[in-house]
């Protein structure tokens, strides 16, 4: 019954904070014995850059190992959320082995957030803002949700049934995510700050953000306002807690399963993304008997392998 219910009101972001599931805990660890592929886009980056990823483990790990006033922040925020300060430790080192090389210290984000504050530019693609892509009749469903997880969810499903890799109105759109084609105005595959989020995830998360954090809720017409607040070490640490509280409430509450004791599976869904529909697939699967517990790809899997040094540093 909460499988039949939860997939009918996916689309509206069925679950809150408050409300309380019965789920059973993932086992701790990795269900898989050795680590998935590794994608060749982080390869080729990795090699580009005359490196590993080992050695990219390493300097995250070591930073962290010295950096306590990111520690201690780490620790206040994920009190905040209601999380495990690991969770956010796990996705910090993911990001910064596999996409971008590690960070240097904190005044440097704070400096680089400082930078985008005024300056003119905008979410939008072939001269059509988002604001204005959004206002098309194709999105007219959409006006009913309540949230911003939910508004910003439905525009991007109607991105991919109507718009992504098809001719609309005579004008072509191109087969690529919605925050790829809108949300990144300097070049493709663009995230920024320490959590390394995308500037998409930022405003489908600024109602819980705002509420837990008090920061100032972000505006899709405020380009620049969008990339301070996630390159903003303390705005950006809230980011990353309140997306990993959201893949917590949505695999409990759907799926039945809570991988809030299990930092691959979290690491795991902060690279990946898209937590609603994928602890509804989840939910099939364990439904249909061809699965029991979500997996981690190769980005979780190094967080529970290395889960005895990476604990250690909190």
Same mark, same amino acid.
């Given at each position: ?92 080192? $993911? =990001? ?5 090389? *590690? ?8 400096? /680089?957030?400082? +930078? &985008? !504050? ?8 072939? $001269? =059509? ?5 959004? *206002? ?8 009913? /949700?309540?949230? +911003? &997880? !939910? ?164």
């Amino acid at each position: 019954m909460r499988f039949t219910a939860c997939m009918l009101a996916i689309a509206t972001f069925c679950l809150t904070a408050s409300q309380t599931f019965a789920a059973t805990d993932v086992p701790p660890g990795n269900r898989n014995v050795e680590q998935p592929a590794i994608p060749g886009a982080s390869v080729r980056r990795t090699k580009a850059g005359r490196t590993s990823f080992d050695a990219k483990f390493e300097k995250v790990r070591d930073l962290l190992a010295t950096d306590k006033q990111l520690i201690s922040k780490i620790k206040s925020v994920s009190g905040a959320y209601g999380i495990a300060p690991i969770h956010m430790v796990g996705a910090i080192v $993911g =990001e910064h082995t596999y996409n971008v090389d *590690a960070y240097d210290r904190l005044q440097s984000y704070y400096v /680089k957030a400082a +930078a &985008y !504050a005024g300056n003119s530019f905008q979410f939008g693609y072939d $001269g =059509e803002t988002v604001a204005e892509f959004v *206002a098309r009749p194709q999105f007219s469903e959409c006006g009913a /949700k309540r949230g +911003a &997880y !939910a508004l910003w969810s439905c525009r991007e499903r109607v991105w991919d049934n109507d718009f992504r890799g098809k001719s609309v109105g005579g004008k072509s759109f191109p087969n690529n995510r919605f925050s790829a084609v809108f949300f990144q105005p300097f070049f493709a595959g663009q995230t920024f700050g320490l959590g390394q989020i995308n500037p998409l995830t930022a405003l489908m998360l600024t109602d819980i953000v705002a509420k837990t954090s008090g920061y100032d809720r972000l505006d899709e017409n405020n380009a620049a306002g969008v990339y301070e607040a996630i390159m903003d070490p303390d705005v950006s640490l809230a980011y990353m807690a309140a997306s990993i509280r959201h893949s917590i409430d949505a695999y409990k509450s759907i799926a039945g399963v809570d991988i809030s004791t299990n930092p691959g599976v979290t690491a795991t869904l902060y690279n990946v993304g898209n937590p609603d529909s994928r602890a509804a697939a989840l939910a099939a699967r364990i439904q249909s008997g061809q699965a029991q517990w979500p997996e981690e790809n190769y980005y979780g899997w190094l967080v529970n392998d290395k889960l005895p040094e990476l604990e250690s540093l909190l």
